[in-house]
């Protein structure tokens, strides 16, 4: 059985977590039950669990330090965190720890069944206990999700078109779904957050939470639905009877709302719901998820946490054409040069026009938005500063979704082009200072000979005038003084720690006139040698 500790202050609330469930049905078992963090970490000790339900603060260790201290004392432990509302940053925070779900106060039971059902199938797999016909359950479940998701993904996102031959009787039978002939239509769930890859894991259980919302409001009102989650996108199709339209509408009004609850335990997260139109025919589908990709992408101009169902439509489709051309000269200048502050300026001027078209609709910037970044990544390649940008645009596509505002798309693009630009500048300087380094480095270890402008040029690969003006730039100093300096260096180090005579010090250091040594050490350190002997030996 699934050993579980229970956690928390108030011996009620404990009382309640052990009442509210038919634990041997679940084939768990309660082996402990702790008052502070403390308690629980000796439990766990003792107990050796499979599973804690712990609120999120508590005396002695509060949930977040008791959860880390646990973790260390058995790393395959998995968690329920209890939160109430005004915990928010701690809940947001347990979720960095890989907690594996949460609940928020009050308790609700089916929420904590289906947490706790979420935790159970996670242990088995951890624990490879199933058996032959429970493998087989799950193989089949876990290839009917995969093929009803290829074929919405066929149908929808890839836009391959074959909607237009499909029937209620084709799906139902090659994907075992139950649509029947009434109303068709398509909503889409957004997570938007200032995102970073930490947060995946938040964003999977918020998606998770998303779809029990979606099942637990929609399933006694449609004869058949489906939820699939594409990035950070939540698509869901429904099936209902026309009679039922405004029902369906106030139920999504619901899920919005529900969203809103759970996303207060990560205050950095917010949600937007946009519907599409309903359709009479199920080879409509493109239409009303077009329709609902639409008003999603309108959070970008009028917020989220709303309910989104109609979107204008971008008047001046010439206007934006002539924003994306306008950029394209001044941007590829600016890149050929690498000029960062000029491609920045480039963006900040496009935002500015950008917001001058009236009426301008979410989708339409986003598609600038995604046009201006192909523009820069064509010219950033036409330039040979990248030979494939697959890992950038990957970069771009996963972040981008993310943006909730015209603002933020902007600053996130800006942002990305600028820092890849610093990268590049510097790898450019890097191969300017490479051959100087190289030739540095020769000058240090044959110092003693006679070294000509000419020799060290066709070292590096350089002819001599383009080596010496390059030597310059990046060394601050003349090829022949860098020469002397090192000379003159070496010669010091010889008359302090050495009895050389001068003579031999200036044949070790490459001069075969000692009258010319002396001069050019007097005219570079102030003293004449026998007089840096004297002072410095």
């Excluded at 020769?442 to 000419?454: A, D, F, G």
Aim: charged residues 25%; glycine residues 4%; contains cysteine.
């Amino acid at each position: 059985m699934i050993k579980v500790v229970i956690a928390d202050d108030e011996e009620k609330v404990c009382q309640l977590i052990i009442g509210l469930i038919d634990w041997e049905a679940l084939d768990m078992q309660i082996v402990g039950i702790a008052h502070n963090g403390i308690e629980a970490l000796d439990k766990i000790k003792e107990c050796d669990p499979d599973l804690i339900i712990t609120d999120i603060r508590m005396p002695g260790y509060d949930g977040l330090e008791m959860i880390r201290f646990a973790q260390e004392i058995k790393t395959d432990l998995d968690f329920i965190i209890i939160s109430g509302y005004r915990h928010f940053q701690y809940a947001q925070n347990a979720i960095k720890y890989g907690v594996g779900d949460y609940l928020l106060k009050p308790i609700n039971k089916e929420d904590f069944m289906v947490a706790l059902e979420k935790m159970k199938n996670r242990y088995r797999k951890r624990t490879e206990q199933y058996d032959n016909v429970e493998r087989l359950k799950m193989q089949l479940k876990n290839e009917s999700f995969k093929l009803r998701n290829n074929l919405f993904n066929e149908l929808l996102l890839d836009k391959t078109h074959g909607y237009k031959n499909i029937t209620i009787e084709s799906i139902n039978e090659n994907y075992q779904f139950s649509f029947q002939p009434g109303t068709f239509q398509i909503f889409i769930v957004k997570i938007d957050c200032n995102y970073n890859e930490q947060l995946n894991h938040a964003i999977d259980i918020l998606q998770e939470k998303a779809t029990q919302i979606i099942s637990s409001l929609l399933k006694g009102h449609c004869n058949e639905m489906w939820t699939f989650r594409n990035g950070s996108f939540l698509y869901t199709i429904i099936n209902y009877d026309s009679s039922i339209k405004s029902t369906i509408r106030n139920r999504l009004k619901s899920i919005l709302d529900e969203l809103i609850v759970q996303g207060t335990a990560f205050e950095q997260f917010t949600f937007t719901v946009g519907v599409g139109s309903a359709f009479e025919e199920i080879n409509q589908m493109w239409l009303t998820f077009e329709e609902a990709r639409y008003s999603i992408m309108e959070r970008l101009v009028i917020g989220t946490q709303r309910l989104i169902e109609e979107t204008p439509h971008t008047r001046e489709p010439q206007r934006v054409n002539e924003l994306l051309v306008e950029l394209n000269k001044p941007m590829e200048a600016a890149i050929e040069v690498l000029d960062k502050e000029g491609v920045l300026q480039c963006i900040a001027n496009l935002k500015t026009h950008t917001s001058q078209i009236d009426e301008i609709n979410g989708d339409t910037i986003y598609s600038i938005i995604e046009q201006a970044w192909n523009l820069y990544l064509l010219h950033m390649r036409n330039n040979q500063f990248i030979s494939s940008f697959d890992e950038l645009n990957k970069t771009f596509k996963e972040n981008v979704s993310y943006c909730s505002s015209v603002d933020e798309l902007f600053t996130f693009m800006s942002n990305l082009m600028g820092e890849f630009l610093d990268i590049v500048i510097e790898d450019e300087k890097q191969k300017e200072t490479k051959p100087i380094r190289i030739a540095k480095q020769y000058i240090q270890q044959n110092y003693m000979h006679q070294i000509s402008l000419e020799e060290i040029s066709h070292i590096v690969g350089f002819n001599s005038a383009y080596f010496s003006t390059l030597f310059k730039k990046i060394s601050g100093s003349n090829f022949v003084d860098y020469c002397v300096q090192i000379r003159m260096n070496k010669a010091k180090e010889l008359l302090r720690e050495t009895n050389l005579s001068i003579a031999v010090i200036c044949e070790q250091v490459g001069y075969n006139d000692l009258k010319h040594f002396t001069k050019t050490f007097k005219k570079k350190i102030g003293l004449k040698p026998n007089e840096f002997r004297k002072l410095y030996s």
